[in-house]
């Protein structure tokens, strides 16, 4: 991964998540562009705000945002300096997720870092409708990343999976490529309902994936809970694992992971961070 976008507000959280990143990718060659968005509101009856022109978006609210880049620019050279990184930054006007699917394609970006929004109960964070309408909106690897969580090694990795799907290869050496850069074990994770027997499609994929990662640390684990979410969250804080790894192909069963339904808004786990990858 070399071109890595992270949108920032500004915020202790947004801040977080780019030293994490930068910790993250610290022993690889990468350019790091740091976006400000600077959304475009809609009224009550939902109808975006009124046409801005470039000369007073320049005069006023990009300005204001370009002054706040360059603060933070002076806040990133404080951190240890690393030669393999290359730092970009850019104030933006307009819709949230429009503007990133187009920063995307014309940057080549390769992932998406965002930090979450934390909460009071040590069960559930919210993180927000802007990471949780890119990770559905936007084809784009991305990896949200707890406000709580700070990085200091990536040694085990979930992937939870219903296993009904089969990955592209892709998607496969992705994460190949990242338990291979931290030196990770790969914990595969299935889990029943009601303890019901894989069928044959899913044993299918089950030694698919243990075949493909074979030559890693690689273990596959099946837990039986009602719900799906909760059962992933005793899974990772009983293993103590440091990141969790989806698929964002596998729609159905990400949002039983990651959205509340009667919320719409995405909750995990406070302090791990999660990878969701698209094709």
């Known amino acids: 991964m070399k071109n890595i976008l992270i949108p920032t507000d500004f915020s202790d959280n947004a801040w977080n998540a780019l030293v994490y990143g930068i910790s993250f990718f610290k022993k690889t060659q990468c350019t790091f562009h740091i976006v400000h968005i600077n959304s475009i509101n809609t009224n009550a009856s939902g109808e975006a705000a009124m046409y801005v022109s470039p000369d007073i978006l320049e005069k006023t609210i990009l300005a204001e945002s370009k002054e706040k880049l360059k603060a933070l620019s002076k806040k990133i050279e404080q951190l240890p300096l690393n030669v393999k990184h290359e730092f970009h930054f850019k104030a933006i006007y307009g819709f949230f997720t429009d503007q990133l699917k187009e920063f995307v394609k014309k ?104 075949n493909y990662y074979k030559e890693n640390e690689c273990t596959f684990h099946e837990v039986t809970g009602k719900n799906l979410d909760e059962s992933v969250q005793c899974f990772t804080e009983s293993r103590n694992l440091d990141m969790l790894i989806m698929v964002a192909k596998n729609i159905n069963f990400l949002e039983r992971i990651l959205f509340r339904p009667t919320v719409e808004k995405i909750s995990y786990h406070t302090k791990v961070p999660f990878l969701v990858i698209h094709e």
């Open 107 to 210: 940057k080549n970006i390769d992932l998406i870092i965002m930090g979450t929004k934390g909460a009071s109960s040590l069960k559930s964070v919210s993180i927000g409708s802007n990471t949780g309408n890119v990770i559905t909106k936007v084809p784009c690897t991305l990896l949200a990343v707890p406000e709580d969580a700070t990085y200091e090694k990536v040694a085990e990795i979930g992937f939870p999976s219903d296993l009904n799907l089969f990955y592209d290869v892709r998607i496969l050496d992705t994460i190949k490529d990242i338990i291979l850069l931290k030196k990770s074990a790969l914990r595969l994770l299935y889990v029943s309902s009601r303890g019901e027997e894989l069928n044959i499609n899913q044993i299918k994929i089950k030694n698919l994936l243990l």
